[in-house]
């Protein structure tokens, strides 16, 4: 399984050449200029060009790799988790053995998916981690596809910042970078919608300041679905016998008030008049 395609390898590796040589020349120039000062200018120049070389070759790495780290950034809560589940355990069977070790991971998984308060807090977090992957391979086929129609480069992907769960679904902030726009989004929300595998996608706008940062509202169900019990019919003295298990406000209840009894507040004198 290949983690970066062939043509966005090959162009990173096109751009770390010629990120390699700018950050090169530059590093050599200002490494000279700086150590021309303080030792010779033979020892200055030789010295400029070992930091120019350092610099190109980090420059260069950090460009071609930048595709294997974007993946592994996205996926860093995933591998935290995995590696810190794993550690662990090997502590903890160290310490102990392995029999006790397994014992205590799975109970604290017990006590952690059994409760059904727990489970759900557990599973609407974990929906937040699936909803960005399929965000993300959602904007990717989106942008190439585009690009494809255009005929020009891709757009790059925007920045998925933050992720939360909310009683209809998710909510997702996202940062737009150049070739995206909110109105093109708009028009692709049925599309975000399967991707992530739910009924309705409302894109907004999350700031008034930054056309950049949207607010995209994941709904997968509808949380005003159910059978709310009022007690407004305990104030009925025919149905009040006939309603059971009906929750009661502490207030008073208003039974057989008519608006002939309520009193007609007295007029005010006049606070001022003619002498």
């Known amino acids: 399984m290949t983690i970066v395609e062939t043509p966005v390898s090959q162009w990173y590796a096109r751009r770390a050449g010629v990120t390699a040589l700018v950050v090169g020349l530059a590093a050599d120039a200002l490494a000279t200029a700086v150590l021309s000062v303080f030792s010779p200018l033979l020892l200055a120049v030789a010295l400029g060009a070992l930091v120019g070389v350092v610099c190109a070759f980090v420059a260069a790495l950090v460009v071609r790799a930048w595709p294997v780290l974007r993946t592994l950034w996205w ?10 589940s794993t ?13 006790i070790a397994s014992a205590v991971l799975l109970g604290l998984l017990a006590a952690v998916l059994v409760p059904g308060r727990s489970r759900r807090f557990v599973w609407a977090w974990a929906w937040c981690l699936v909803v960005r992957h399929r965000l993300r391979l959602c ?3 989106l942008v190439r596809s585009t690009a494809r129609v255009t005929g020009g480069r891709p757009a790059a992907l925007p920045f998925l910042l933050w992720a939360r769960p909310t009683l209809a679904g998710e909510r997702v902030w996202l940062w737009l970078r150049p ?17 992530c595998i739910a009924k309705q996608v409302r894109i907004a706008p999350a700031s008034e300041r930054y056309a950049a940062l949207l607010r995209v509202d994941i709904a997968r169900r509808d949380p005003l679905v159910g059978r709310i019990d009022s007690p407004l019919a305990l104030l009925i003295p025919s149905l009040r016998n006939t309603v059971a ?3 009661v406000s ?26």
Do not use: M
């Open 87 to 99: 550690a662990g355990w090997v502590t903890l069977a160290h310490l102990a053995n392995a029999w």
């Open 179 to 195: 070739g995206l726009s909110l109105e093109e989004l708009e028009g692709k929300a049925s599309q975000i919608a399967v991707a």
């Open 139 to 141: 904007f990717a086929t």
């Open 245 to 247: 298990d009906v929750p």
């Open 75 to 84: 996926w860093s809560i995933e591998i935290t988790t995995a590696l810190v």
């Open 250 to 275: 502490p207030a008073v209840p208003l039974v057989g008030l008519e608006l002939a009894d309520i009193a007609e507040p007295a007029p005010e004198p006049p606070r001022g008049g003619r002498r």
